[in-house]
């Protein structure tokens, strides 16, 4: 932050206060927002070998641009990540152009990098149920099995990320037909709940040895805590080394395994969309990819060419 002069410093703070009041982004996105574009105000300043205020930043060029990033890969960074950087930084100078007037052509008609967007790695259903049947095995204590199968059964069955199946408090159950689940950037949600995530849920409170007052978090560590996302992780590795499933197979594999299951299964893909919480009809048909690729796969091995 050093390099930064106070003006962008304070400019790039009302941005971000922006984003979270306005389009409430989530505290992970605007950390990363935050390093993007101070790693971009601070390579300027470098650059042009001057304090870059306000004013100064009216006039980075194209050239600029392009040294920018010619920087970010001798650095090694990722094609994807670059993207994610100049995304950050065409947002702030959209605001900031049009809060102090002036042109950010050289800046917002920058390319990003292309990339190959990797495809979800989703479970067959076999492996998701092999999954739920071993953790179930893995536990010393009946209320421990119990509460793991319960967390990976509400992953599999409701499509929840795994911070937000731990987010949910005693208040919640008994589990309704449907749940409101809050998500990334403060955007909410309606989840239909099977009966056997509704039973998987009960069979663990029978057994839970903590009391559940309203605001207590429903899952609960040994010692009666919040339930730790590294503590399902952990059960996951030792469930996937078991079944011998590949590393990809995690938590939030459960979650691309419930999108990709109901598009076999006939669902439509804004209804999917809405399930998941994603705020673009892209990031959801990503899923269509992946259950093309499962098709190619089983008619390469099924056809085998002559």
């Known amino acids: 932050m050093i390099l930064i002069s106070p003006a962008c410093r304070d400019a790039l703070q009302r941005w971000l206060e922006g984003q979270r009041a306005l389009a409430g982004a989530a505290e992970n996105t605007l950390t990363a927002y935050h390093g993007d574009v101070v790693d971009f105000l601070a390579f300027m300043t470098v650059h042009k070998g001057q304090s870059q205020g306000l004013g100064a930043l009216e006039r980075i060029t194209v050239a600029d641009m392009r040294a920018w990033m010619a920087r970010a890969r001798s650095d090694k960074i990722s094609s994807r990540s670059l993207a994610r950087k100049l995304s950050a930084v065409k947002s702030f100078y ?3 152009a049009a809060r102090e007037g002036f042109e950010p052509t050289a800046v917002l008609s920058t390319r990003a990098p292309k990339f190959e967007r990797k495809l979800p790695r989703p479970l067959s259903e076999d492996a998701a149920q092999a999954v739920i049947d071993t953790v179930q095995l893995q536990a010393r204590h009946p209320w421990v099995a119990a509460r793991d199968v319960a967390v990976v059964t509400l992953l599999w069955g409701c499509g929840l990320r795994i911070s937000e199946a731990l987010g949910l ?97 006939g669902g439509d893909l804004r209804a999917i969309q809405e399930l998941l919480g994603h705020a673009s009809l892209s990031t959801t048909q990503t899923y269509t990819a992946v259950d093309t690729a499962r098709l190619m796969e089983i008619y390469d091995r099924t056809h085998p060419k002559a």
């Open 169 to 265: 408090t005693a208040a919640d159950v008994p589990l309704p037909a449907t749940l409101r689940i809050t998500g990334k950037g403060g955007k909410e949600r309606i989840i239909p709940v099977l009966p056997v995530a509704r039973d998987a849920v009960g069979t663990y409170l029978d057994l839970c040895p903590h009391p559940m007052r309203a605001a207590d978090p429903l899952f609960r560590g040994v010692r009666g805590g919040r339930l730790s996302p590294r503590i399902i992780q952990s059960t996951m590795a030792e469930a996937r080394m078991q079944l011998g499933l590949p590393a990809t197979a995690t938590p939030h594999a459960l979650r691309h395994s419930f999108a990709t299951h109901l598009l076999a299964a």
């Open 94 to 96: 959209r605001w900031l």
